[in-house]
């Protein structure tokens, strides 16, 4: 599970830093790229949320 959570949270910075990319770039294009990024780490990390969710709701079950 940790390695999940570390992942999780690699995630989250990396969605920090599209963000702040997105905020700062001068062309539409970059803005696009980095709004399309950091949505694709959002997909990923709200998988990751689910999986740590089922995995604690299996250990809680057990």
């Given at each position: 599970m940790?390695?999940?959570l570390?992942h999780?949270?690699?995630?989250r910075v990396?969605?920090?830093?599209?963000e702040?990319?997105?905020?700062?770039?001068?062309?539409?294009i970059?803005?696009?790229?980095?709004?399309?990024?950091?949505?694709?780490?959002?997909?990923?990390?709200?998988?990751?949320?689910?999986?740590?969710?089922e995995?604690?709701?299996?250990?809680?079950?057990?």
């Amino acid at each position: 599970m940790k390695d999940i959570l570390a992942h999780l949270e690699t995630l989250r910075v990396n969605i920090a830093k599209c963000e702040e990319l997105e905020r700062s770039a001068k062309s539409d294009i970059k803005r696009s790229v980095f709004r399309r990024t950091a949505a694709h780490y959002r997909v990923l990390a709200g998988e990751l949320e689910r999986a740590l969710a089922e995995m604690q709701a299996k250990d809680a079950a057990e």
